[in-house]
């Protein structure tokens, strides 16, 4: 099942608590402001804060 | 006769009402200390419902919810409720509270929320604490009960609690592969 708008309309950054938005390849989810990324595995949205990746790496 | 057996722990999910957005980092924090780091947090949810808080917190209300990483035994709810009373009481002002905390445990069967008061359709816990059994899971989604609260009852809040439940079995799954050593 592949992640929803629906989906970013009920989860925000765990950290921020900020919206996020999915990346373009679509197996990650975006915190500008904390310049996040939250992994997608199996098609669970890991919205851990020490499992995220920075955004720029 | 059937064997009583525990029963698989529950994802701990904790709503909270507030009016002042500048104490939901407090909050959050406070509630993190206790319970662990959040793996799911929703966006702000209208809370325009009932009028019953805001006679104590103002208007307009806004509601937050969170689940938490570390899954918890069933059996620790009304433990649960009495500690988010007292984070609730650290936010108080002239005796009114400015962050209402709702705590509840989600399992694949069903979501039930923690309260101090009484009615029909709830259960004592102990402790002053009772078990309102707030949405079944049924046909794939969560369902409302009549008793249901209406926000509890509308799409945005059941959406996101289904989100933690697929979340639920994923940590389950990863719980009983560490269990089998994989």
Sequence with gaps: ?57 | MSTPQPPKPAKLVIGLILKDEALLGPAAEALEQCFGMPDMVSPWLSFDFTDYYQREMGAPLRRRMFSFRALVGQETLSEVKLETNRIEGRFLVDGHRRVNIDPGILTFERFVLATGKNYTHRIYLGRGIFADLTLLFSGGAFQPLPWTYPDYAQAPLRGFLEEVRRRYRYDLKGRENQEAGC
């Design chain 1, 1 to 57: 099942m592949a992640i929803s708008e629906e989906l970013l309309e009920i989860l925000a950054c765990p950290k921020c608590k900020g919206d996020i938005f999915l990346n373009e390849a679509g197996d990650g989810l975006v915190c500008e402001h904390c310049r996040l990324v939250y992994e997608i595995r199996d098609d669970i949205p890991i919205m851990l804060i020490d499992e995220a990746k920075p955004l720029d790496g």
